[in-house]
């Protein structure tokens, strides 16, 4: 009720959610790598999908970088400007219910590093770039799209001591609106920055956490924005435009100033779409992801 009279919470509000089309948040470092963590031989389809569509369409970009913990020789012939690097990640123990989900975390948390170029843009694999990103980045700015959603909602219900101390201080977790970490660009440098200390959080978090929902990297991402002091930048809607929510359930062509199209099931459709942009097409709808991809290692057996 009184935040407007906490300092810094004033501070951390005006440096967060700020449009891409305020000219300071415009810096001199293009974009120039992609980046596309994929853990489990389930996910290389679709990783092999989104390198295809980032090398057809985002034009200027000198590396697409699928991060992965398979071998590279799994993944057959990659797209043009594509290469595959691997990651010897660990599992947790045996008796945690999302080994798999935790240890993609831990990938795409050190994804960004893979990269060769200075201007970095990390998407899930279940995103296709159909235009090429414009994003000229400063240092010390973090830039996506953003989604409605406390982020500390994902603490309720647990017991006290099992929620790091530096969550109740913070700013960003507790916001209405927060960063997706579906589509993330930063400089290098700013990378640098963000992963070691991502990693630590997202460790801690959920090693003290319990296991009866899947570990989310967006939730220790928002509190590093604050330890940061990370500006975050609002790259607009159509930087990752949710597919299955937005048309998913009915026949329906993509807008053309789609540029990040995320999470349209199944991959069928977006073969018809490289044939022809501007036809009709059918996905599955918003409750099929979750259902599909937030599984325990349990329930994955069973599908």
């Given at each position: 009720?009184?935040?407007?009279?906490?300092?810094?919470?004033?501070?951390?509000?005006?440096?967060?959610?700020?449009?891409?089309?305020?000219?300071?948040?415009?810096?001199?470092?293009?974009?120039?790598?992609?980046?596309?963590?994929?853990?489990?031989?389930?996910?290389?389809?679709?990783?092999?999908?989104?390198?295809?569509?980032?090398?057809?369409?985002?034009?200027?970009?000198?590396?697409?970088?699928?991060?992965?913990?398979?071998?590279?020789?799994?993944?057959?012939?990659?797209?043009?400007?594509?290469?595959?690097?691997?990651?010897?990640?660990?599992?947790?123990?045996?008796?945690?219910?999302?080994?798999?989900?935790?240890?993609?975390?831990?990938?795409k948390i050190q994804a960004p590093l893979q990269a060769?170029?200075?201007?970095?843009?990390?998407?899930?694999?279940?995103?296709?770039?159909?235009?090429?990103?414009?994003?000229?980045?400063?240092?010390?700015?973090?830039?996506?799209?953003?989604?409605?959603?406390?982020?500390?909602?994902?603490?309720?219900?647990?017991?006290?001591?099992?929620?790091?101390?530096?969550?109740?201080?913070?700013?960003?977790?507790?916001?209405?609106?927060?960063?997706?970490?579906?589509?993330?660009?930063?400089?290098?440098?700013?990378?640098?920055?963000?992963?070691?200390?991502?990693?630590?959080?997202?460790q801690d978090t959920w090693e003290l956490m319990n296991?009866?929902?899947?570990?989310?990297?967006?939730?220790?991402?928002?509190?590093?924005?604050?330890?940061?002091?990370?500006?975050?930048?609002?790259?607009?809607?159509?930087?990752?435009?949710?597919?299955?929510?937005?048309?998913?359930?009915?026949?329906?062509?993509?807008?053309?100033?789609?540029?990040?199209?995320?999470?349209?099931?199944?991959?069928?459709?977006?073969?018809?779409?490289?044939?022809?942009?501007?036809?009709?097409?059918?996905?599955?709808?918003?409750?099929?992801?979750?259902?599909?991809?937030?599984?325990?290692?349990?329930?994955?057996?069973?599908?």
């Amino acid at each position: 009720m009184f935040e407007f009279l906490n300092k810094n919470y004033r501070h951390i509000r005006a440096r967060h959610n700020i449009s891409y089309t305020q000219s300071d948040t415009q810096g001199n470092t293009p974009l120039t790598s992609v980046i596309i963590p994929c853990t489990g031989s389930d996910y290389i389809e679709e990783a092999l999908l989104s390198a295809e569509f980032a090398s057809r369409f985002a034009s200027g970009i000198e590396e697409i970088v699928i991060v992965s913990d398979q071998p590279e020789q799994a993944f057959g012939k990659l797209p043009k400007n594509t290469r595959v690097t691997t990651l010897d990640i660990p599992f947790r123990e045996e008796s945690y219910r999302y080994k798999q989900i935790y240890r993609s975390r831990l990938i795409k948390i050190q994804a960004p590093l893979q990269a060769k170029g200075e201007g970095i843009l990390m998407i899930d694999s279940d995103l296709n770039l159909l235009r090429s990103p414009t994003i000229n980045m400063h240092e010390g700015h973090l830039y996506s799209s953003f989604r409605k959603g406390k982020m500390i909602a994902k603490l309720e219900g647990a017991d006290e001591h099992a929620i790091p101390a530096y969550y109740k201080p913070s700013i960003r977790p507790y916001l209405e609106d927060h960063v997706n970490g579906a589509y993330l660009a930063a400089t290098r440098k700013t990378w640098k920055r963000i992963c070691p200390l991502w990693l630590t959080l997202f460790q801690d978090t959920w090693e003290l956490m319990n296991d009866n929902q899947p570990p989310t990297d967006q939730l220790p991402l928002s509190v590093l924005l604050d330890m940061l002091d990370l500006r975050t930048i609002n790259l607009g809607e159509w930087a990752n435009w949710p597919v299955s929510k937005k048309i998913g359930g009915h026949a329906a062509p993509i807008p053309s100033e789609v540029i990040g199209a995320h999470g349209g099931f199944p991959l069928s459709e977006w073969q018809k779409y490289l044939q022809d942009p501007t036809q009709p097409l059918t996905f599955k709808g918003q409750d099929y992801t979750r259902k599909v991809r937030y599984l325990t290692d349990a329930e994955k057996i069973q599908q």
